[in-house]
Structure formats: structure tokens, C-alpha cells
């Protein structure tokens, strides 16, 4: 068995075992509703009068649960929002990117699930 075969074999048994491996149905949901002054809000926990909500950043029509960890620094993704959803043929509607961003992590790179 030559060096390519032998690593064209492993790249097969590699793709195989990675197909037939249980995929893991992920756990998360986002829930929305209206406030009573009108505003969107998105949560990652249900409804609630004990809820305490956030503006999210560049926006005043859509509040989070879930507050921006550093607000001066709210804006550093918006170029990155822009690219992917422009390269992905998705509406450019920053708030509407940016808002579960800011529910699942309050826009904290090192954010990590609970779950």
C-alpha cells in the first residue's frame, strides 16, 4: 500500500466514523415577546414580570435580557455581522444579528454555555 492510498484509506474511515457518530441536539432557545412600552425583547428564558431587560446596543426598538459585558466595545462585531451576512445573502439588519448574540453570550468572546 502506497503513502497516498494509505492516507486516502484514513481519510475514508475518518469520514465514516464521523457520519455514524450520534449527533448531539443542542439545548438552547430564544424566546420573544412585547414589552408594555411596545419594545421586542428576546430572551433566553421565558416571559416573565421578574425579567429586568436591556437596550441592546445601536437600537432603542429592541431590548435583551441579557446585558453587553463591555457596551464600548458593543460595535467591534458590526463589520464582522456586515461581511457574513452579506457573503451569506442574509438581510444586513445589524440589530437583528446582533440581538441573539447578546442573549446567548452579552457579546463576551469568552463566553461559555452553562449547558
Given at each position: 500500500?502506497?503513502?497516498?492510498s494509505?492516507?486516502r484509506?484514513a481519510a475514508?474511515?475518518?469520514?465514516?466514523?464521523?457520519?455514524?457518530?450520534?449527533?448531539?441536539e443542542?439545548?438552547?432557545?430564544?424566546?420573544?415577546?412585547r414589552?408594555a412600552?411596545?419594545?421586542?425583547?428576546?430572551?433566553d428564558r421565558?416571559?416573565?414580570?421578574?425579567?429586568?431587560?436591556?437596550?441592546?446596543?445601536?437600537?432603542t426598538q429592541i431590548?435583551?435580557?441579557?446585558?453587553?459585558t463591555?457596551v464600548?466595545?458593543?460595535?467591534?462585531?458590526d463589520?464582522l455581522i456586515?461581511?457574513?451576512?452579506?457573503?451569506?445573502g442574509i438581510?444586513?439588519?445589524?440589530?437583528?444579528?446582533?440581538?441573539?448574540?447578546?442573549?446567548e453570550?452579552?457579546?463576551?468572546p469568552r463566553?461559555?454555555?452553562?449547558?
Open positions: 500500500m502506497t503513502l497516498m494509505s492516507r484509506t475514508v474511515l475518518i469520514a465514516l466514523v464521523a457520519m455514524l457518530m450520534p449527533v448531539a443542542a439545548d438552547a432557545q430564544i424566546y420573544s415577546w414589552a412600552d411596545g419594545a421586542f425583547v428576546v430572551s421565558p416571559p416573565s414580570h421578574e425579567i429586568t431587560t436591556v437596550s441592546v446596543p445601536g437600537t431590548r435583551t435580557t441579557r446585558p453587553v463591555r464600548e466595545e458593543a460595535g467591534q462585531y463589520t456586515r461581511h457574513h451576512t452579506t457573503q451569506h438581510r444586513a439588519d445589524l440589530d437583528l444579528v446582533r440581538t441573539p448574540i447578546q442573549v453570550s452579552g457579546l463576551d463566553a461559555r454555555s452553562p449547558v
